[in-house]
Structures are given as C-alpha cells and as structure tokens.
C-alpha cells in the first residue's frame, strides 16, 4: 500500500468507527431506513381499501340485491349500514360516517324490467377529492360490470337491448393489480440512500468542526483530497448498504416484482449517492455546527423529495417547475429504480437516467472540492 | 483533621447562608465502576464571606456546589441554603441565591444588554429598579462601552464579566461560582474578583468559590480543600500557611545555571514534595522540615544559595495532597517520580529538514500579521525559536495568541509578513512538511466518541506509523502518560487531566521535531500542569522544539524565552529573567512575570520590543 493508501484508510476506519460509536450517526443509518420502509409500505398507498359505505334502498328488490351484493363481495367496500330515509344521508357524510351512499330508487326493479334505463345514486363525501373520484372509479367498475352481465343475459331476447358498442378493456403493464405500494416501494432505495448519505456526510466535517478535531487532521501530515474521500466513502458504503437491505426487503416482504438486472440498480444508484455525498460535503464544508449540517441537509431533502416523482408525477407539474426537476438527481434514481424493479430495465435502459446523474454528480463533487479546499484554508 | 475556624470568623456578625452536612453523593456512569464524588462533606458559609473550594480535579467540587443549589440531589446528608432545604424548597432557594457554571448559559447572539434583560426578566427584576442595577454592574464589570455588542463577539475574559453581572443581576444572599476565571487573563481575573468583593463588602453576601488557582483561594477568607470526594482540610489561609512554614525553600542558581535544570533535578527526588520555578528561581517543598535534603538532591555548582521561602498556600496544598497520598497505598501514586528519566529514542534522519532548521531556527516568523476585515487580529510579530527552546506565546485571551499559533501551524492565511517552520512555510509546503510537527489543540481535541487506544492507533497512522513501530510507540504512550488503566475507556468520558495527558500522547507518538501547544493546561488543575511541564521539560532536554501558548503568567517561568501579546502586538520578548526585569522598581524589587505583564498592559512599563534572535 502507498503511503496515500494508508492514511485513507486510516481516516476511513477512524469514520466507521465514528459513525458506529456516536449514537446521532448510528441512528440516521438504522433509524430511517426501517421506519421508511414501512411508513411508505403500509401507510403511504394510493390504493382504496374498506371505502365505508351506507346503502338506501327504496326497492328492496331481487335486482337491487343483485347490484348490492356485488358491492359487498368487493373488498374495495365495506358495508356500514342501511339507511331507512333520504334525510339520513346529509346527516351520514356530514360526521363521516360513510365515504358514499348508494341511492337505489323505488322504480329500480321496474324500469329493469321493462327495459328502461335505470338509475341509482351515488353520493360521495367530496372534502377529499382524491379518495372521493377514485371511490367513485371503483363504484363505476362495478356497475359497468353488472350492465355487461345483464346486456348479455338479455341480449338474446329483449329487442333493442343489445350490448354497448364499444367496450374498454383496461390492461395495466408492469404493475397488472395497479398496486401503488409497487409504485412507492420500488422507489424508495434512492430515497433512503439520499437521506443516509446527505445526513452521514453533512455530519462528517461539522462533527469534527463542532468538536475541533478538524484542526488536528489538517496538521497531520494529510491532503485535503485524501480527507475529502476519507469523509466521502463512510457515507456512500452507508447509503448503497441500505438501499440494497431495502431492494431486497422489497421483494421479499412486499412481494414487489425484481425484473431487471442487479448490476444495472448497483451502477444507478453508485452514480446518484456520488451526487448526493458531494452536496452533503458541500453542506458539511460550510457549517460550522452538526446542527446547521443538519439544518441544511432537510432543506435539501424537503424539495427534492416532492420534485422527483416520487409521489405525484412531474407530468403534472408547471412547465417551469418541470424544467427545475431536472437538476434533481433523485428525480433519475426514481425512475431508473422503477425502472429496473417493474420494467425489467437493464444498463442499456437506464442509461438516459444515468448521464444526467453523472453531470450532476461532476458539478456537486467539484463545488465540494472547491469549497473544502477554501474553507480549510 | 477538620480545624475549628471559629476564630477566624468570630467577630462577623455573619449568620450562616450555607450549612452543609454529612454530604455523601456517588455516581454509577454506566459500565463503570461507581465514584463516590462526596462522602461526609460537611461546611458552613456566612454572611459577608467568601469561601474558597479547592482541590484537583474530580475532587467533587462542582457535584457539591450542584447540591447546594438544588440541582442534584444527595445520597445522605442536607444542604441548608438560607435555612431552606436544598431538596424541598429547591424553587424558593433559586430565586434567593445565584450560580455560575463553569461554562455560564451567555446567549451568543444577543448583545450585552439584551443577555442583562433576559437574565433579568428571568429573576424578574422589577423594571423600575433595572436602570440604575445595569449601570452598576456594567460599570463594576466595565462593559458600558460593549453593551451594543454581540456577546459571542466578545474576548474569553468579557464573557465571563458578562456571566457573572448576569448571576448578580439580582443581588443574592448566597453566590456560588464554579471555576469563574478558568481561561480568563490576569488582568481579566483581578477585575472579575473586585466585583465579588465589592458585593460582599458592600451587600455582605456569603460566596462559595470553587477554584484551581491557589493564588485566589489564598485571597479567601476560609478554604476547604477537597480531594476524591472527602474534605481534606479546613481553615483561612494563613492557618494553612503557618503548617507548612519551615517546609519551603528557594534555591537561588548559580550564575549561568538555568533554573529549569535545577528543578528537574529536584522533581520526584524522595523528600521532595514540590519544585516550581519562581521568579528566576527554583522553590522547593520538603516532606520533613529539612534544608539538608534540598542541597543533597542538587548536583554540585548549580546552586548557589538555598533559603527558607515564605509559605504559600499552595506550598501548603502540594503537602496536603501529597500526605493524603501517601498515606493510601502507594500504587496509585499518579506521578510515579521514576518517569523522569525521558527516553532519548533514536531519532529517524531528516537530513534535509534539519539542514532547513538549522539555517532558519525552527520556528522564524518576520512582521507576521493577520487581518480579518478591518479587524487586525495580529500586527507585525516577529520572533525566532532554536531547536530544543521552549518558546512561550503569553497574553490574555483576544490578544492574538491562537491566531499567530494558527499561522504557525499553517492553519490559518498568513495577510502579511513570513513565517518559517522548520524552513517551511506549511501552508505552500507539501503534508510530508506537517510530518514532523506534533500539534495540541486548545481544548484537547479528540476523537470524544473512540477509545483512548483508537484514538492513540488514528494518530499513529496519520504519522505514517505501522505495525512493530505503531505498537512500539503506543506502549511508550500509554506508559510515560500513564494512561494503561484508561487503555479502553471512551475518550469523551475521561477526567479532564486524563485528555490533556491524551492529546499530548496523540501529538507526541511520531516524535515530532517540533511541538505545537494551544493553551495545554487550562482547565487543569495544579497537579496536573506540573506534570504536564515535568514531561514539556524532558521533551525539551532531549532535544525537542516547543512552542507553547498560555495565559497562567507563572508558567512563563519554564519557557527559556517568551514573546508577550497585547491586542495583536507584541509587548516584550525575552527571557524570563529579562521581561521581570522590565518591571522592576524601587518599591517593587522583586517583581513576577504576572506583575510584569500587568505593568507592561497598563503601559506603567516600557514596551521593549527585542523581536528577533536572542
């Protein structure tokens, strides 16, 4: 080993020790990693499970039992009562005691019968709209679904009513449940690997700042580049262990799908935690307390997170808003995550994510360098 | 051996303010073995009196102070505050009394004046009555001109005047100070202790002062010493003073002989409690009241006279410690005196290196000068230090001292003028330059989370040491500091004598030509800085450079040379010899380097700018 080898190390196995030895470091690697993985598997789902409802029904009629009872075998609903009178319904929603109120008239069974259109109603509670459309998606799949079995049945015999013409078959790829815990999952190993990284190294200059060890390594016979891939590698080893524990986590406890090639997430998320150490060197270099590190490191999270995609697409997004997520590195990681775990991505289909994190990762290592070396001297 | 002091205080008027009683207080650290920080600690302070807390460090000063306000809770036994039981009535008790930590909760990004009214808001002190209480205390402290200032932005000595005016903010019946001129000039420390005794004098309040500096014990009306928990001693100073007359000596050299190489000798010689150099010369304190043992242990032609000196307390304290020591087991003896033979290891060739300092000093700086903004922190100091010199940068804190140090050690841009570090200057110099520098920081800057061991194999590696040689010179460590018991133990965790002797284990294990030392005894109590100049010494006679910042004066007198600082200038260089001389007048013969570098702040003294080469 060169004498450059040897003091890397030696700084190298001084950091791990750090890390291992001071509980606020010890935290941010185990600490967030777990509760993440399961905030975001369990919590955090897009998903309508047990939508509360109440049912009116006017008819009480084999056909309206028929429509009901489709609802009921549907695990997206969950039956909370039956009202007797329209005036419950306000009362119902207004103290949340159910999402919708399914409305079937007297005349339901009757204009069935007689080949009329029927109608029921659907009252949705609205303050969340987002719950309240996709509840009321739900809804409309399984009426659809009753109108193709009924046009069927009586297609033969009743005159006119023949079956609708057109008819849309919906097919999701990748994800054929339309599952979002697959969504949120596959891309939370760049997540945490941002926050481990940014946290362990935003850390590692204002700890030893905060305790004025820092004096004492710069009158040691060390560069400031042997220093700055010193602090570098603790965090890097840090992040990579913990996406890859949570990729196979992923797969194993959550039954997420792994279609593409390991190497391939490797190298992605290799180039994204350069990124990311850079900017959390560059935070580092200029606090002088582990609190501003700290401070600074969330201010950095707080945006990215929201502007990658993570979450809500970017497709959605102002155009100018559109235009500043592509200077966010976790913008990429996302994708080529998801790309690799539900699309089966290799090196060669991650590759438009891949340079765009490499340039970032130039631009945020060579500011680091810069404001190390200037603040150090 | 508890002495009545009835008959030093009979004729105050004074009432009791603090009654402590059979005081006993152990901590159990987890994964250590419990310390008993307090057993059967009992004392009494009046009203109108000031009461000294001395002893060494982990003696239980502050765990007992802490008790008395309220702050922790003993074991067994009471603490009495103004006749309210530290433990029940710990509210009633905390609007009556005041206390200042070691390190005072000053909010560094207010200014003077917002810091005085919070503290006042918090004592809730009438808004009527603030006007004339903050003139008073800004002028005993003398801050008026800096009330506009931010409280961070002002010098070690000004934040502690502030501390104390926010304690007193409310004038209390009982103040408890702990360490309060720990880091603080001579200058700084004269002025903090005219505010206490004003207030007792003229509120007649009841103080009890934990303290290092014998010499402000000495100004105590009683002193209680302190050691491992147990109170060794009570009584006032001249008491303690008159048990030890008899004991003490001073050795006069003899012209041409340095002092240093007297008490060396003298250092751990059986017999021998005690040799400080003093003014030029050596002082000596004996176990038995016994001349003859002084003059045998000097080889012959150093001395040239020894006399019996006036007993001081510390002389008295040294002995104190010393008969509580000795009449334990002598295995825990810290400073086993046998180490004084400093092992003179074969020096690795440098050859080009040391062609370099041979030409240009070790150390060699011209006009040196740093400004921050339109601030200049240092103005144009000039010096040289010779190999194997110990070189002492003095001054009060903000004087400049750890900026020129920082320059040194190529930590900090140099604005204007030279400086040389063994022919280098370090900051254009490659890292193999920094190789043979050893460097101590201010606060004994360790890796607090790792191990002593861990920290001690860090800096050997960092050295470039490996294997045989990196185990070689980590026993030698833990051996001469003494640290083999403490091998395992966290370093944050460690007794502050135990860090300083760490920190200067970590710069001194690549055996470094030249070493660096930030203020390396502040904080640390007697015993210890004695041991610490013991080692500075040997390291010195065995031909090692070093250069030391300090602000205790009397430790100017193991320095061959000094430079002394004022607000970023120099005041005077020279020996101690030559800078006591520089305060020398008819009525003030014989004068210290304290004395001398008070003259010289005040301008009562010239200036002598020798710079330079000696």
């Not at chain 2, 408890?176 to 003229?202: C, H, K």
């Not at chain 2, 250069?547 to 193991?558: D, G, I, P, W």
């Amino acid at each position: 080993m060169g004498p450059t080898l040897i003091r890397i190390t030696t700084l190298v196995v001084k950091e791990f020790l750090a890390i291992m030895k001071d509980p606020k470091s010890r935290i941010v690697v185990i600490g967030p990693p777990i509760i993440q993985f399961f905030v975001f598997g369990y919590a955090a789902t897009f998903d309508l499970n047990n939508v509360r409802y109440a049912v009116l029904d006017e008819d009480r009629s084999a056909e309206s039992r028929e429509l009901l009872s489709r609802f009921q075998a549907s695990p997206t609903f969950r039956l909370v009562g039956q009202l007797d009178s329209g005036r419950q319904i306000g009362d119902l929603i207004d103290r949340q005691g159910a999402r919708l109120v399914l409305r079937i008239p007297q005349t339901f069974s009757r204009d069935l019968q007689a080949g009329r259109p029927a109608q029921i109603q659907v009252i949705a509670d609205g303050r969340n709209s987002n719950v309240a459309s996709v509840a009321l998606g739900y809804a409309n799949a399984i009426v659809a679904r009753y109108n193709a079995e009924r046009g069927g049945a009586f297609s033969g015999s009743a005159a006119g009513a023949a079956g609708p013409a057109l008819q849309l078959v919906n097919r999701a790829w990748f994800n054929s449940n339309l599952q979002s815990r697959w969504f949120i999952i596959s891309a939370l190993g760049g997540l945490i690997a941002m926050i481990v990284v940014l946290l362990l190294s935003g850390l590692s200059v204002s700890r030893e700042r905060e305790f004025g060890t820092f004096d004492q390594l710069l009158v040691a016979p060390f560069r400031s580049g042997e220093i700055l891939v010193a602090k570098a590698l603790p965090p890097m080893a840090c992040g990579m262990l913990d996406a890859l524990l949570l990729a196979a986590a992923a797969v194993l406890w959550f039954g997420v799908p792994f279609r593409g090639s390991l190497p391939a997430l490797v190298v992605a998320l290799s180039v994204f935690i350069v990124c990311v150490v850079g900017v959390g060197l560059f935070i580092s270099s200029l606090s002088s307390t582990m609190q501003q590190s700290l401070l600074g490191s969330f201010i950095f999270i707080m945006p990215n997170v929201i502007l990658s995609g993570f979450t809500t697409p970017i497709e959605n997004m102002p155009r100018w808003l559109q235009l500043g997520t592509l200077i966010n590195p976790l913008r990429y990681i996302v994708t080529a995550c998801r790309n690799v775990f539900l699309q089966g991505g290799t090196l060669g289909t991650i590759w438009p994510q891949l340079w765009p994190m490499a340039a970032i990762a130039a631009v945020t290592l060579a500011a680091a360098t810069w404001l190390f070396r200037h603040r150090t001297a | 051996m508890s002495h009545s002091t009835d008959e030093s205080v009979s004729d105050r008027s004074g009432e009791p303010v603090l009654c402590i009683r059979r005081l006993h207080k152990r901590f159990a650290p987890k994964g250590g073995p419990p310390v008993e920080a307090l057993q059967d600690v009992s004392l009494d302070v009046r009203c109108g009196e000031v009461v000294g807390l001395v002893g060494p460090d982990g003696a239980g000063k502050t765990t007992l102070l802490r008790i008395a306000t309220g702050l922790l809770v003993p074991d067994s036994g009471t603490a009495t505050v103004l006749e309210l039981d530290s433990v029940r009535d710990t509210l009633q008790i905390r609007g009556r009394i005041a206390y200042m930590p070691q390190k005072f909760g000053l909010y560094e990004d207010l200014t003077v004046q917002e810091n005085l009214d919070l503290y006042a808001d918090l004592q809730g002190v009438e808004p009527a009555a603030r006007a004339s209480r903050y003139a008073r205390l800004l002028e005993m402290t003398q801050l008026e001109t800096c009330a506009d200032r931010l409280a961070g932005r002002l010098s070690g000595g000004m934040k502690q005047k502030l501390g104390l005016a926010c304690a007193l903010i409310k004038i209390p019946e009982l103040l408890l100070l702990d360490e309060p001129t720990v880091g603080v000039d001579p200058v700084s420390r004269r002025e903090l202790w005219r505010i206490v005794y004003q207030m007792v004098e003229q509120e007649a309040i009841g103080v009890l002062v934990a303290t290092a500096y014998l010499d402000e014990a000495e100004k105590c009306h009683r002193v209680v010493v302190l050691h491992e928990g147990r109170k060794l001693d009570e009584g006032a100073p001249t008491q303690f003073r008159e048990r030890v007359r008899g004991h003490t000596f001073v050795v006069q050299p003899r012209q041409g002989a340095r002092p240093r190489a007297i008490q060396g000798r003298l250092a751990g010689q059986p017999g021998i409690i005690d040799a400080t150099i003093r003014g030029g010369r050596v002082r000596v304190v004996t176990h038995e009241r016994d001349r003859a043992a002084v003059a045998r242990a000097i080889p012959a032609g150093l001395a040239a006279g020894i006399a019996a000196a006036e007993p001081t307390l510390e002389d008295a304290f040294m002995k104190l410690l010393a008969d509580a020591r000795s009449s334990r087991s002598h295995a825990d003896l810290p400073a086993a005196p046998a180490r004084m033979a400093f092992e003179t290891h074969p020096r690795q060739a440098e050859p080009e290196i040391e062609r370099g300092a041979a030409a240009g000093g070790a150390v060699h700086t011209r006009g040196l000068t740093k400004r921050f903004g339109d601030f200049t922190a240092v103005s144009e100091i000039s010096f040289d230090v010779q190999r194997g010199e110990i070189f002492g940068l003095l001054g009060p804190n903000g004087a400049g001292k750890s900026t020129t140090f920082r320059m040194l050690c190529g930590l900090s841009r140099v604005s204007g003028g030279e400086v040389r570090v063994a022919g280098r200057d370090l900051r254009r110099a490659g890292s193999f330059a920094r190789q043979r520098l050893g460097y101590m920081a201010q606060q004994f800057s360790l890796y607090g989370q790792l191990s002593v061991i861990e920290n001690l194999r860090f800096f050997g590696r960092a050295y470039g040491l490996t294997k045989a040689r990196l185990a070689e010179r980590i026993e030698w460590a833990l051996e001469e500091f003494d640290l083999r018991s403490h091998r395992d133990a966290t370093a944050g965790k460690l007794p502050g004598g135990y860090k300083q002797r760490l920190a200067m284990a970590a710069a001194m294990l690549h055996e470094p030509d030249i070493l660096f030392l930030d203020e390396p005894t502040s904080g640390v109590d007697p015993l210890a800085r004695r041991d610490f100049w013991r080692r500075i010494n040997s390291f010195a006679e065995s031909g090692v450079t070093v250069v030391v910042t300090t602000h205790f004066m009397e430790e100017a007198e193991y320095c061959d040379r000094m430079l002394i600082m004022s607000q970023g200038r120099e005041l005077a260089t020279g020996t101690p010899g030559e800078i006591r001389a520089l305060a020398r007048t008819a009525s003030h013969p014989d004068p210290t380097i304290e004395d001398a570098f008070i003259a010289l702040a005040e301008g009562a003294a010239q200036p002598r700018g020798t710079g330079g080469s000696p």
